[in-house]
């Protein structure tokens, strides 16, 4: 079962008081169900491949208005052959879309009326119910935080988006095709999202692998770091060997302040330690406290002077070349 599942799951298995009951019937038949009427005939359709969003809405439906919707199971016979849930109502269902505040007197409306959502905790209920309709969220395993709510209509994805922001949840909408997305991407909007909307189980999951894909990403990266920082410390002592043996190889090793000698010295007995470490080494070895700056001081003096005598030999070089023979 995917993580989207399990959270409609949860969400299914909630105990609604009535005000919130009819919230998310509300949500539930107008992200997925059609009204058709005919020789004064009223019908309503609700279509969902998911078992679970089916049995909520014919339960709820039946509690809420005494009656006994018809279902039918199809199956798809192309791609992966999901089933498909239809649930028809036949009785009330006039009574039932204007209890909803889905019809007035200018027929079907684009969202229900404010006050089926006006208390807290039935604007949860009708986020809830749309998520069950229409909504997926990814599994907190991936690496792409993403929750959505793919809509029929802009209205109706604006007036989603007005009650998510209510429990400051800052949702965006993205036209795909023909439908109308109201997404978030933060994880801890996703969460807050999850707890919105009673799926209480499905936050802890989400957190815990969360956090523990979180703590894994940046142990990586503190790895890097100090991988990085490890390879320039080993440039920088290299470059700094180099200047050393170049002096020491043409006899100018000898002419440096003692203080630079200290510590050439000391680098060459200690060629993979750090500038930290190799103040620490000073210091135990002469009593003399001198930080990091100075000892990279000392050796940006050495390689000055080693870089001074190579130029020094290849102008010597030049002008022999250029000198008539």
């Not at 169900?33 to 998911?50: D, M, P, R, V, Y």
Request: net charge positive.
């Amino acid at each position: 079962m995917s993580f989207a599942s399990e959270v409609k799951s949860e969400i299914a298995f909630n105990e609604l008081k009535p005000c919130c009951a009819r919230a998310q019937l509300a949500a539930l038949l107008q992200c997925d169900a059609s009204l058709t009427i005919s020789n004064q005939q009223w019908e309503l359709h609700f279509k969902t491949e998911s078992p679970t969003t089916a049995k909520r809405f014919w339960v709820l439906l039946k509690q809420r208005y005494e009656l006994t919707p018809e279902l039918s199971i199809l199956r798809k016979v192309k791609l992966k052959k999901n089933y498909t849930y239809v649930i028809m109502v036949k009785e009330k269902v006039k009574k039932i879309l204007e209890d909803l505040k889905l019809w007035d007197a200018h027929g079907l409306t684009n969202h229900v009326a404010a006050d089926v959502v006006r208390k807290e905790c039935c604007a949860r209920a009708y986020l809830a119910g749309a998520f069950l309709a229409c909504g997926s969220v990814n599994s907190p395993t991936s690496s792409n935080y993403h929750l959505e709510i793919a809509l029929s209509n802009e209205m109706m994805a604006e007036f989603v988006v007005t009650l998510m922001e209510r429990f400051n949840l800052p949702a965006k909408i993205i036209k795909r095709r023909n439908k109308h997305v109201v997404y978030l991407k933060a994880s801890d909007k996703i969460s807050d999202f999850l707890r919105a909307v009673a799926a209480y189980e499905a936050v802890m999951d989400f957190e815990d692998t969360r956090i523990q894909r979180d703590f894994k990403n940046s142990l990586t990266r503190l790895d890097n770091c100090e991988v990085a920082n490890e390879m320039k410390t080993i440039k920088a002592a290299n470059k700094q060997i180099e200047a050393i043996e170049f002096l020491q190889q043409h006899d100018m090793f000898e002419l440096l302040h003692e203080r630079l000698k200290e510590v050439a010295i000391l680098r060459q007995i200690n060629p993979d330690a750090s500038l930290n470490e190799l103040a620490e080494i000073y210091q135990s070895h002469t009593g003399n406290k001198m930080s990091k700056s100075g000892i990279k001081h000392r050796f940006n003096k050495i390689i000055e002077q080693a870089e001074n005598l190579k130029t020094k030999q290849k102008e010597r070089m030049q002008h022999i070349d250029n000198t008539p023979s």
